[in-house]
């Protein structure tokens, strides 16, 4: 799997956690990915257990009953400089969020790059090259060894 360009969106003011979480399902959808009903398979997945990962990054995946509208293994990549808050509306502390990671994993296949993410982003100084990047081929150098 590649990572690709048009499957990046700079920039983005988001309100809130789902409309992230929507973002980042529409670009696998139009990445061909996916099928439209994999996104609120998505946010039924974060409603039960929070894809927030720390160090500003969420990766969004789909709930088991979500795996029969995948297509193929593909990553989405969401960049929210000034963050979402991706908290529940009962918990006390802000969860911000600047890198949203939409997956889909054909045959398990999310379970790899979901390691892989969270092994790069570990370092939270890599996430802000990714929150700080100027262009898509930007995130994809970055990102290179990942989905391999």
Same mark, same amino acid.
């Given at each position: 799997m590649k990572l690709k360009t048009n499957m990046?969106?700079?920039?983005?003011?988001v309100p809130t956690r789902d409309q992230a979480i929507r973002i980042a399902g529409q670009?696998? %959808?139009?990445? @061909?990915?996916?099928?439209?009903?994999?996104?609120?398979?998505? /946010?039924?997945?974060?409603n039960d257990v929070s894809t927030y990962m720390g160090n500003f990054i969420a990766i969004p995946h789909g709930t088991d009953e979500g795996k029969k509208y995948i297509k193929e293994t593909g990553i989405s990549i969401v960049q929210i400089p000034m963050g979402v808050d991706f908290s529940?509306?009962?918990?006390?502390?802000?969860?911000?969020?600047? %890198?949203?990671? @939409?997956?889909?994993?054909?045959?398990?296949?999310?379970?790899? /790059?979901?390691?892989?993410?969270?092994?790069?982003?570990?370092?939270?100084?890599?996430?802000?090259?990714i929150a700080d990047a100027k262009?898509?081929?930007?995130?994809?150098?970055?990102l290179q060894e990942i989905g391999k």
């Open positions: 990046i969106k700079l920039d983005q003011e670009l696998l %959808v139009d990445g @061909g990915c996916v099928a439209p009903e994999y996104i609120d398979s998505m /946010i039924a997945r974060n529940k509306p009962d918990e006390d502390q802000e969860q911000l969020v600047t %890198v949203v990671f @939409g997956i889909a994993g054909k045959d398990n296949e999310h379970l790899n /790059i979901l390691s892989q993410i969270a092994l790069f982003c570990s370092n939270v100084a890599n996430v802000a090259k262009t898509p081929e930007e995130i994809v150098d970055l």
